[in-house]
């Protein structure tokens, strides 16, 4: 997920916590006071907690499943395309945690320690 995709899911996010209230933009009530009112947790944080989630899952998998296979795949040829390379599902993982992180998962409570960093990578656009 890029940050202009979490801006977006943040903006929709917010209207409709106003359509919940029952209010309008002309009332000019603050992003913060509107989530203390409907207690609903932000929609990016909760993507990358869930994310991180599943990436440990996958990672402690013993059998040879489709999921772990797909994660730990690599072409054939060792190359990827020219120019900026797309953002693989992993990297955000890599980026926090290393490239050990399939290792690093084995320890759960390593792990979750590990899952506060991740999604504070997130908050800044909150």
Request: net charge positive; with cysteine.
């Given at each position: 997920?890029?940050?202009?995709?979490?801006?977006?899911?943040r903006v929709a996010q917010r209207a409709i916590e106003r359509k919940m209230l029952?209010?309008?933009?002309?009332?000019?009530?603050?992003?913060?006071?509107?989530?203390n009112k409907t207690q609903v947790s932000d929609i990016v944080q909760y993507i990358?907690?869930?994310?991180?989630?599943?990436?440990?899952?996958?990672?402690?998998?013993?059998?040879?499943?489709?999921?772990?296979?797909?994660?730990?795949?690599?072409?054939?040829?060792?190359?990827?395309?020219?120019?900026?390379?797309?953002?693989?599902?992993?990297?955000?993982?890599?980026?926090?945690?290393?490239?050990?992180?399939?290792?690093?998962?084995?320890?759960?409570?390593?792990?979750?320690?590990?899952?506060?960093?991740?999604?504070?990578?997130?908050?800044?656009?909150?």
């Open positions: 997920m890029t940050k202009a995709v979490g801006q977006k899911l029952g209010l309008k933009l002309t009332d000019k009530i603050s992003c913060k006071e509107i989530r990358a907690k869930q994310k991180w989630k599943w990436a440990g899952h996958v990672a402690r998998l013993q059998d040879n499943r489709w999921t772990l296979r797909v994660t730990e795949w690599q072409p054939r040829n060792g190359k990827r395309s020219r120019g900026r390379q797309a953002r693989r599902w992993r990297d955000d993982i890599v980026r926090t945690m290393g490239s050990t992180w399939t290792r690093e998962v084995k320890d759960r409570e390593e792990w979750r320690r590990g899952a506060e960093g991740f999604i504070l990578q997130w908050m800044d656009g909150a």
